[in-house]
């Protein structure tokens, strides 16, 4: 079985996280860039499971458990406080939210 | 294959733990003695017979003190043990026990006693559910304390997102508030978004040294000091992400545009817990990787941290003059002193690692009181923060008026106060680290703040014939007792520094390989 060079997998954990990256600036709907950032949470994801594999351990394997749990408390908390100021405002955009400047 | 039982000694995270009990033992009692939802009451929002400040309601905020009273306590007797046997780590390594944590845990425990003791009276005032505020902050607070002892990178992210996420719901803990939504939002997408790279930053160390332990056997320190001339390109830039997600956490300048929204839109008593506990578990874990683990590549980190301190003084500084609210003013002014403890990182000695230990801890008795202050003049929805409506304090409530012109002193830093003292012993540091010039740049920058600190003083005891509506101090015993003791802490520290310090300068050990 021919395995492919963990270093492509690197390459697209590089890539989702830019996407997301990218993605989180540019969206203005407060659900579309939380569904960016969960793309960079598993981005990163992704180079632990690679890294783990190249130097052999566990550990980073171990930790992308970890994340998922952290990643899946974090939605919970955000989405909650997404809808709470949906249902005061009508809407999820980043841009109508602007009581707050300066 | 034989099955080897880990070694489990609970000592190191007992305070940790002590908390997290607590917190669940108030959720379950909630459950049982606390109050309905309101939302239910067709008298919604006004204040229902006997709920006295001390009234009814006592139960839950005494469950919450009697458990930060347990992690003083279980903190206290970790130090008699490291101070016995010197400084070990427990969880296979994944937990530091050394003074360092210990004296970052005490003080982590007051700020949240004191966060308590206002919450209470905020909540009751303003008839909002008080069981998940308390469980919350005892959460977060364990979380902070997590992060102060953690000896592996993934407890120091679960340990971050802990308390973050608890933050998170306190910012827009009073629903009915639209500001306080949007500042939870705010605080809630860049907090995510900051701490995907704290995990990006993690995992390239990983890919660099193979492990996320700091202390432990082929972790982070052994790499360094048996990987001479390595390329270490990746944990250099692994290094760098860290400090960006810590430096998010800790408001440094330019991860700091959550800052005002956030500090704005908190009810008050939370405002003041992120202001002294968010800061003091960021630099902590700081002080511990960069200072410590860190150390034999200082010549690497040091430039991005010397321009990090750089410009979030300047910035801060800067920013806070043009401020017309308070609590923005006050945020900008935080910035501006992570600038100043960032000082203390980059000296990278002891006296570094324990004036920022002094400068957080003070700073945080301070910010308490001042964030008090503008909860009990604020009015039901914190409508009454700008800094006009601080106009005719003096006349109204001239004790208050004294002890906010007291807390803003030590903010600017004026001799006397445990402001000015806290800036001696970090700014001392720099400079016995050969780092004259940023100091320099921070007394500029502390010589800008003094503006605005001023500026309230000012309005404060103008006597002004147009007044439009005289500041109102709503405030019980709570309250004044909160807004006494960091009045008290800010005065006598200023006079008679040399405890805290002491006892800081016994907490710079950390535990080691």
Known sequence: MTSVSPEYFLALAGLMFTIGVVGALTRRNAIVIFMFIELMLNAVNLAFVTFSRMHGTVDGQVVVFFVLVVAAAEVVVGLAIIISIFRRRRSANVDDVNLLKW | ?513
């Open chain 2, 1 to 513: 294959m034989d099955f080897v039982a880990p070694k489990i000694a609970l000592s190191g995270i007992a305070p940790e733990i002590a908390l997290a009990a607590t917190a669940l033992l108030v959720l379950l009692a909630d459950a049982f003695i606390g109050d309905r939802p309101r939302t239910l009451r067709p008298e919604h929002g006004s204040a229902r017979p006997g709920s006295g400040i001390l009234g009814n309601r006592w139960h839950l905020p005494l469950l919450s003190l009697i458990g930060f009273g347990a992690a003083v306590y279980l903190a206290l007797d970790a130090w008699d043990r490291v101070d016995a046997t010197g400084a070990t780590t427990q969880f296979s390594g994944m937990i530091a026990v050394d003074g360092f944590s210990v004296f970052v845990k005490i003080t982590l425990a007051v700020f949240g006693a004191l966060t308590i003791l206002l919450g209470h009276e905020y909540l009751v005032r303003r008839d909002l559910e008080e069981g998940e505020f308390f469980a919350l902050v005892l959460f977060s607070v364990a979380g902070m304390m997590l992060m102060a002892s953690s000896a592996d990178l993934i407890v120091t992210f679960l340990a971050l997102e802990t308390f973050s996420i608890a933050l998170y719901v306190l910012v827009g803990y009073q629903r009915s508030r639209l500001d306080g939504q949007e500042a939870a939002m705010k605080y809630f997408l860049l907090g995510a978004f900051s701490s995907t790279f704290f995990l990006l930053g993690i995992a390239l160390v990983f890919g660099a040294t193979g492990s996320t332990n700091l202390y432990g056997e082929g972790g982070i320190t052994s790499f360094l000091a048996t990987t001479p001339a390595a390329d270490l390109s990746l944990l250099v830039l692994g290094a760098g992400l860290l400090i960006v997600g810590l430096g998010f956490k800790v408001a440094a300048v330019p991860f700091h545009m959550w800052t005002p929204d956030a500090y704005q839109g908190a009810p008050s008593p939370v405002t003041g817990f992120m202001a002294a506990g968010s800061k003091l578990a960021g630099f902590a874990a700081l002080l511990r990787l960069l200072d410590v683990v860190l150390f034999p590549l200082r010549w690497d980190w040091r430039p991005l941290v010397i321009g990090i301190a750089v410009v979030t003084m300047i910035v801060g500084s800067i920013l806070a003059v043009v401020q017309d609210d308070i609590k923005r003013m006050l945020a900008y002014s935080s910035i501006a002193h992570a600038g100043f403890v960032f000082t203390a990182v980059i000296a990278t000695n002891d006296r570094g690692i324990s004036g920022a230990l002094f400068y957080l801890a003070t700073y945080g008795l301070t910010i308490v009181g001042a964030f008090a202050i503008v909860a009990v003049l604020g009015g039901p929805e914190e409508r009454r923060t700008r800094v006009n409506d601080f106009r005719g304090l003096f006349a109204a409530h001239p004790l208050l008026a004294g002890i906010l012109t007291l807390l803003m002193l030590s903010l600017a830093g004026v001799p006397i106060t445990s402001g000015f003292v806290a800036k001696l012993v970090v700014f001392g540091a720099a400079v016995e680290a050969g780092y004259t010039w940023v100091v320099v740049v921070g007394a500029i920058a502390s010589a800008i703040a003094a503006f605005f600190y001023l500026r309230i003083l000012v309005v404060m005891y103008m006597v002004d014939a147009e007044v439009a509506e005289e500041p109102k101090a709503v405030m019980g015993p709570l309250s004044i007792g909160v807004i006494g003791l960091s009045a008290a802490a800010t005065l006598v520290l200023g006079l008679f520094w040399s405890p805290l310090i002491e006892l800081a300068e016994k907490a710079t050990f950390f535990a080691g390989p």
